[in-house]
Each structure stands twice: as structure tokens, then as C-alpha cells.
């Protein structure tokens, strides 16, 4: 049997996504103090678990380099991170981000990650960004999707939040890697990977 071709991103990417009480959609410079207010306000939060807090966004301006960075990321035909913000339907509200990374154009994959400020937590956020999100990466290029096969979900296996997202939003765990990364002031620790293909995933 024949190779499929690589996977090509769409023409136009298929943003913004609606869901009830999300629009997910691309960063804007406008985004830029909203940006830095709600890393700054969770950046003790976001840094247990994703390392950039620590040197990125540590003010306005540099907020502004972020979104000029994730505004060129969108150009790109297989951009190494295409950033996606998480904004409140109803108040505009900048919730958090998500995007998707690691395209593997042979394996039609691609990865997702996440973040949603702490005084939303709990509320559902994330999981219905991640479920919106998939259901675009699986729907089919000529319907308006990014027309992917396989999506993956990488966390710490003490992140017990991110875990609970990716099952509530129908991935798999499908292995753990272990002594995986060097968490500081702990020592080495494992990660796990959930999956999820578009013959199998059915939305939650
Ligand atoms: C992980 C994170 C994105 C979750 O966002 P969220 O909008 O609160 O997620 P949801 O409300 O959709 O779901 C969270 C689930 O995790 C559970 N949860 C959260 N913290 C938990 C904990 N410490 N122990 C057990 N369950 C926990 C919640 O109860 C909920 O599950 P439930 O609906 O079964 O009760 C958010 O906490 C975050 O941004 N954390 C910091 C950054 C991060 O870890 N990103 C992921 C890196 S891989």
C-alpha cells in the first residue's frame, strides 16, 4: 500500500473556531496588554509546568514581541507553533492559550497544549477549547478543517489538571515516558502522551 502525500496546511487556516463560551483565534497586536496581565498574574501557576513564563512576556513590550513572533508563526506553511488564543465569547476576555505544534506532515499529526488563568479554573475552559480545537483538526480540508489524522497531548504526569483536560476531551493515554524531564528542586520526573485519531475520536 502507498504512502499517503504529506500532510499541507490549508489554503487559509480554518480560525476562528466558536464553541458555546469560546472564540479561538489568532493572536492580535491589541492582545498585547491583556496578554501581559494574565501571564503576569499566573506566571507562578504556568511556570511549575511550561518554562517560558520565566523569560517571555515579562512586560508590555515584550508581550508585543510575542504576538508579533505568533503573528509571523501564522504565515508559515509548517509554522513550529501555531498560536491560538483562548478569548471569552460574551466579556472578550483573554482566557488563555492553545495552538497546535510538532506537525509531522508524513503522520498528518500534529500536538496541542494548553493554558487557562487560575481564576477561571475548573470552570470547563480548557477541555471545551481542546474539544473545539480537535473537532477543527479533524475535520476534512475541504469542509474547512486542517484535515489531520492523529492529535497528541503531552503533560508532566504530576500535572493531574492537564491529564483530566485530555481525557474529558476524549484522548487516550497511550504511554508514559519515563524519567522523562528535570523538574527543579525534584529531580527527574515522567511525562505522559494521550492520543487521539480521527477514526476513533468521537467529541465528548
Ligand atoms: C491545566 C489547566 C490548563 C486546566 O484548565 P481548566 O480550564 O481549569 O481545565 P478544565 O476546567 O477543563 O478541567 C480541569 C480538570 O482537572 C481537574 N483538576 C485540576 N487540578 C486538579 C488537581 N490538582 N487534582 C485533581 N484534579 C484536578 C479539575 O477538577 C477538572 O476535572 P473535572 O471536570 O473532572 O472536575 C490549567 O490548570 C492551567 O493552565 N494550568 C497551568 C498550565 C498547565 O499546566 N498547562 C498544561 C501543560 S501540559
Redesign the pocket.
Known amino acids: 500500500m502507498d504512502a499517503p502525500p504529506p500532510w499541507k496546511r490549508p489554503d487559509e487556516w480554518p480560525l476562528p473556531i466558536f464553541t458555546d463560551r469560546l472564540e479561538l483565534r489568532f493572536p492580535r497586536h491589541e492582545d498585547a496588554q491583556q496578554l501581559f496581565d494574565a501571564v503576569d498574574a499566573n506566571r507562578a501557576?504556568?511556570v511549575?509546568?511550561?518554562p517560558w513564563p520565566k523569560t517571555e512576556n515579562l512586560s508590555v513590550g515584550q508581550a508585543h514581541y510575542t504576538i508579533e513572533s505568533f503573528v509571523r508563526a501564522t504565515k508559515h506553511d509548517l509554522p513550529a507553533n501555531l498560536p491560538i488564543f483562548i478569548i471569552d465569547r460574551e466579556s472578550g476576555r483573554y482566557l488563555?492559550g492553545t495552538g497546535l505544534h510538532d506537525f509531522h506532515p508524513d503522520r498528518h499529526q500534529a500536538e496541542t497544549?494548553?493554558?487557562?488563568v487560575q481564576d477561571?479554573?475548573?470552570?470547563?475552559?480548557?477541555?471545551?477549547a481542546v474539544i473545539g480545537l480537535t473537532e477543527a483538526a479533524f475535520r476534512p480540508q475541504a469542509e474547512g478543517g486542517f484535515g489531520l489524522r492523529r492529535m497528541e497531548i503531552?503533560?508532566?504526569a504530576a500535572?493531574?489538571?492537564?491529564s483530566?483536560?485530555a481525557e474529558?476531551a476524549g484522548y487516550v493515554l497511550e504511554g508514559t515516558l519515563r524519567s522523562h524531564y528535570w523538574v527543579e528542586g525534584k529531580g527527574w520526573a515522567d511525562s505522559l502522551i494521550f492520543g487521539t485519531t480521527v477514526d476513533t475520536w468521537t467529541k465528548p
Open positions: 501557576a504556568i511549575q509546568w511550561m488563555g497544549g494548553y493554558w487557562v477561571r479554573n475548573n470552570e470547563g475552559i480548557c477541555t471545551e503531552r503533560c508532566a500535572n493531574v489538571g492537564s483530566r483536560v474529558k
